[in-house]
Structures are given as structure tokens and as C-alpha cells.
């Protein structure tokens, strides 16, 4: 290897910013936890492993940061071989999320965020003031909570802190080992809508490993699923993933309530939307966008529990979607899914 990667006469903008070739990994006894793998997740990608408990995903993760050497294979990260770079450097460049925060418990909040940026050689001054914005950014207001103690925040918003930390180097690679995994599922889902949120805002590639379907489909671009002994099953989009599992294991793990999970990645299909007959748009407090998805649409409804909500593509009112519609679609979709099958 010339260190450079064989991919660095790429276009840096069009090659995927973490390349796995051929990764397997076989730990000393013997247990084979990734086999063969192939994975490319391209840049400002969100990318979700999910698969049952001791199926790799963790294993791969660390291989990526080379927290575990790989037995065979190799990685790249921005067309960049990492085996041919050291790996404390390596790693400052790339945030790591894990559930157990790792917060230092004797320092207060706004030294855990900037411990990296001064690591990194920043001043006092600057590390405090990237520390600061992170905190607002994680969605924690600086004036309370930079100067208390990790004991004194919530579960959640430790997980926060440690999401704040990860970003404080501004690594275009994150790595996330489910970060969420300790939170009740309310917490949970308010993190993950922020998590979207932010990493729509900062552009940064992302692999978030869960064993939650549900979050998988919530949150990736694309998900990985792995099966037992490390191998890959499928490696497709939220709704692909849903509507036309590979084989039988996929299917069996992306589960039963499917349909329901689909309304999570269906847009809005206008064929769905009632006409705007008779209402008048000022009576509409409760609008949506066509690019919706259903599941979005039908938490609006349940919200507002007005029986209907307007719909615009940009500034124009389309029409109306019912319960009914939502009905409609899902049925529809559960149709498309059974005749894909
Ligand atoms: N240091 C180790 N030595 C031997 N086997 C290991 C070691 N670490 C992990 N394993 C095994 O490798 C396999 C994959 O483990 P890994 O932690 O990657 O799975 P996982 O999918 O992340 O699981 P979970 O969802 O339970 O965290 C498992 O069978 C595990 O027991």
C-alpha cells in the first residue's frame, strides 16, 4: 500500500468517505465476528448498523477508528488507507459516541467539551468559546449547564454532552455506538429528531451502530444489517430495506409491524390528499409539506386532533390529508410491499 490509498486519484468530492474492502476480523479464540465485508458510505452520509446482539456491529465500528486491528481487508476513510497512519492521531480526527459517555466526572461540563480542541493545541480562550457554541448546538443553554458536574444532568443530556464533545474537533467522520441505547424512549426520540437535525446542519458522515430496527429506519440514509457471525445481509435505504428484504433473515428482523414502520419513510403521495372542497385555508392552523413523510403526517393529525391538516407544496395549498388518507396510503403501501416480496 503507498500509504496515499488506491482511491486518492479520485475527485475527493465524489469518493465515499469511508471505504470498507474485504474487512473481516477474527478474534484470538477463534470467533469470527465480521466476515468479508464491503460497506461504502459516502460523504454527509448517515449510515445504521443494526442487527442482533453479537453480530459485529461493535467490532466494525472499532475497526473503522482502529480500536481493533482488522484480521483481513482494508479501510479507508476520505480515500485514505488507515492502517498506514498512526492511531492516536488517527482517531482525534474522527468523534466516537458511546452509550457509557465517559464524561470526566470531576470536571465541569464545559471542560469535557474542551478537552479536544485543547488537545488539539487550541487556546483557552477559543476552546471555550467552540465549547460553548456546542453546548447551544447539543440544544444544552451554556448558562446553566456549562458549569455543573456530569452527576448533575440528566441521562439524556450527558448523552448530549457527549455528542458535543465528539463534535469539538469538527471530525468529518462520527461513530456512534449506540449513543441512545440508555435513555427512556421519549428521550430517545426527542435525541434522535435532534440528532437529525444537526447532523443535516453540519454535514458530518456518520455510522450510528443500534440493535433497534426502529431507530435504524428513523435515522439512516442507508442501513447496514448485519446477521450472526458478522456478515451482511443488506445494505439498502430505509424503505427499500422495508418494502423488499433480501432474504428471509431480513425480513424476519425488519419484523411484522413493517407497515407500520413504513409510514416512517413513505412520503406523502398526492394521490392521497383530498381536495380542498369546501375549506377554506384559514381555517387550516395544521399544515404540512407534500415531502411529508406518512408517519410525520399522521403524528400532525393525532396532534392537533382536528380530523384534518392542510397540505402545500411550497406556498401552495394542494388539498387536505384525513385519517382516512393516511389509511388509504398505508394500505397501498402494505400492497407494494406484498407484491415485492
Ligand atoms: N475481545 C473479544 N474476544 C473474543 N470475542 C469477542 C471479543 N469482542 C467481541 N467478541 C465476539 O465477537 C462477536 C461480535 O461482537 P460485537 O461486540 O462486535 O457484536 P455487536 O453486534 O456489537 O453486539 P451487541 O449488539 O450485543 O453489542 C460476538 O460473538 C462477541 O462475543
Redesign the pocket.
Known sequence: MDGTGSDAMTPPMTRPMIRLSGVGKT???G?V?VQQLDLEVQRGELVCLV?P????????LKMINRLIEPTTGSIEIDGQDVTGQDPVEMRRGIGYVIQQVGLFPHQKIIQNVMTVPLLYGESKAKARQRATELLELVGLDPATYADRYPHQLSGGQQQRVGVARALAANPPVLLMD?PFGAVDPIVRLRLQDEFLRLQDELGVTVVF?T?DIDEAVRLGDRVAV?ATG?RLAQYDTPARLLGRPADDFVADFVGSTSGLRRLTVIPLDPAHVEPLDGVRTGDLDAVIDTDTTLGDALAVLLREDRGLVGVKQGSQFVGVLTPNGVHRALRAALAEMAAAR
Not at 446482539?53 to 466494525?60: A, H
Open positions: 478474534y484470538d479464540d470467533t465476528a442487527g446482539s453479537g453480530c459485529g456491529k461493535s467490532t466494525t449506540e451502530v440493535h448485519f458478522g
